[in-house]
């Protein structure tokens, strides 16, 4: 990649401020920034950067004003981030290899495209369809009887159990487990458990990304779904029946009990819990170390605490428990005043 | 499978309501019934769904009395949870494998059972031993001088490490690791840590079943020991030396810090965490997400919140939590009311 | 080993208190001592256990004066733990493997160290570079260009992507993640969210400890980096582009989520979270189960709570949460009194 500012503006479609003959030919961070590299201003939190960064070109929001000089020559345009980004896509790496590693083993009855490619020490059971485009990495385990749909991305050590479906365009990360068993006991007079079989499957939609070491367990009966564009960051916990609604975004160490069903588009912050056996309203936020409860009716609302309430009257509650010693001094200091005034009738 | 009504409260020693010739052959979800389905009806959150299903056959409690017309014919009986697992349980394909898969390698010194199924690229370190009835997944390492005992199950990509013990009858999912290193350091006058060496191990008991992706770390001296019918979920923390007693089961991402020691019939719910070097009573209720700080020394009870402390208390005071700003405005009302008494002396 | 009090007493610089010429050959937790053991007392909360254990020999702090009759032989020095680990050190098998398991495979570009020794079914890609003394464990994926330093250790499952770089002298147990993809989508005007590149890599400077399933996320640009001497326990998130400081510690199922910068020498309990973006002082001492939301510019203080402040102002206010009913309780009797006495006028 080397572009000069005046090229860049024109792919991006953004206005330029500065020289636009100058060059860049690498990506940095703003803080990062060097001679020759282009980079981007998103977050308010990093402006101070901008007044300092050698970076040669910065892409910014269209409504950014410097308050003090800059090097760099800027690009303007509606979304910095967004427009980085798609710079950024054009240097990944899309060549998809074909074929299977010398080490891979391929059982007999499983149907593996030809477009397909099984990397080094995979095994693939019996049964199992890999569709075309798909990338597997090493040490990667696919169960009997389960589908990877086209173009499907999946890292080193990925673990999927028999007869799960996964779709298109999906990316799935090292080290996470798809299908195991539900966490069901039925519990003995002699105080022991005895296991529930998990009879049911995974399903995961189109163009999901699941992130490394996250578990999905399989349904109990029927299928754990997790519906097309949902994002899934690493360590997630989801249990067996739950469903996750299209383009829902879930961040780090979240966990989902059993049978919950979480809307569409909902926002979910990291190490969030939800309890089994609720509905979650579509476009929900919830704050990170949330734990939700209830259902949640409302579509669209923002929520906080543990159990999570109205995410303001939350602040709100943990602004006061902040200031806790300094109420009960005025309860203290009201009861002696009153205390006072009785004593002086 | 394939039952009639009739034949299911027999079996099931269920009392028939409805049409006795009615047959089945197989199992849903209750909300996802449909013609020739067996179905069931446990937590009262789903009884909506009683009057609705397309269920051939649904088993419920024998307290339940239909509010509005069923068409499903029921079957009465005690626990219709139990009795629906035990015909799920007589669907789980329970076809032992033995021998070794080709790709497996066996180190010369380690005893395998030839009733045990070695699975796709598994490693069995020297003077491990491997029972009879042993079934192992793909891409499982057992290190030198483990033993795993009669037909326990260990799915893909399990790692356990030297000279751990596995009782028999045991189900560990894909990805857990057991034997890892304590986290042990010794500071040093310079600021840096020194590695304190983990010389324990790790005995797991008969009928443990644990999750995906779980954590088991060796003892430091001694072993950190599972007992016989615990449960563990996934993605949970079990440090160093860490005891759990018989038959406790454990939700999701809950973590035990070294030495601490749970008493036997704990349930404890996801996100727990608990400090270490603390003993937890013998059939001790904690909430999700609470943080358990100290000894719990009544066995039976519930605790709730970080810090936990009574679940009832604990719920008042969060109860009075989501009320604090109006807790303050009383404060504020109060103090202008007796600042006016005052000033009208 | 086979040592006695005199030998170890000099050994570690100790005073001897007791019988000199008592011998051990074994290490054991002080509550499971036995004849011919030897064991230490370093937390007072197990001081109990000095006047029951029947170990032979106790190393205990050089301030630890008996409050009754102990039978074994004290050995007084000034850090008990730390003289137990020195000797517990002596017992590690230190013996370096060198060369290849027959299952394991070298793509043809890699550079793998004679001395290095490279296990069962591990597979090394194009242009890594494998330093002297490495010790790879079974099934372990080392992406293309990625390098291991020197006398680094790595257990079994470990998943290292392309182009990272990992020190000297590290330690990363079974089934770790490294270099996975960060968490970057940016948002489609269509309720979608698109995939940002993830261009960077993840640097791990020397000495470093990382526990079992932990998963560190690449840079979108640039690094995410662990610096020399930190130690992280297992199932910890480590989001793209932070970065740890020096010796900091980080107990387990930590979360650190992307960008923030925690300084040297920090102590992080389990089940803490860090938002994004922010800067954590050297030294801050963080409880566990806190949520550090903004930045923390004092050093060396200690922190509680979610979201965290000042750690003995969030006891305070915990102490009066727990009070809470009491509290409304009095509120309501001053509204009553006051009620009351207006009244009366």
Known sequence: MEMSAAELGELLNGEVIGDPSV??????????????????????????????TKASILIVNSDFEPQKDVQSTLIKVEDAYSSFASIMDKLVDRSAKTGRHV???????????????????????????????????????????????????????????????????????????????????????????????????????????????????????????????????????????????????????????????????????GQVGFVGHISVAPGSKINAQSGVAKNIKQANKSWNGSPAFAFNDNLRSKVYFKRLPDLVRRIEDLEKELAKDQSNK
């Open 23 to 52: 060059r860049v030919h690498k990506l940095t961070k703003i803080e990062e920034g060097e001679n020759g590299a282009l980079s981007f201003l998103a977050n308010p939190k990093y402006e101070a950067f901008a007044y300092e």
């Open 103 to 269: 080490t891979a083993f391929v059982s007999p009855g499983a149907k593996v495209s030809e477009e397909a490619y099984i990397g080094p020490f995979c095994f693939i059971g019996e049964g199992a369809i890999i569709a075309a485009g798909v990338q597997l990495g090493a040490h990667i385990s696919i169960g009997e009887g389960t589908i990877v749909g086209e173009h499907t991305k999946i890292e080193a050590g990925v673990k999927v159990y028999h007869d799960c479906e996964i779709g298109k365009n999906c990316v799935i990360h090292a080290g996470t487990v798809i299908g195991s068993d539900g966490f069901g006991f039925a519990p003995q007079t002699d105080g022991s458990f005895k296991k529930v079989p998990q009879l049911g499957k995974v399903i995961i939609e189109d163009e999901v990304e699941i992130g490394a070491n996250v578990c999905i367990d399989r349904g109990t009966l029927g299928a754990t779904r997790i519906a097309r564009g949902v994002k899934l960051d690493n360590l997630i916990q989801v249990a067996h029946n739950v469903e996750i609604g299209a383009n829902t975004v879930i961040a780090a160490q979240t966990g989902v009990s059993g049978s919950t069903k979480l809307g569409a588009s909902c926002l979910i912050g």
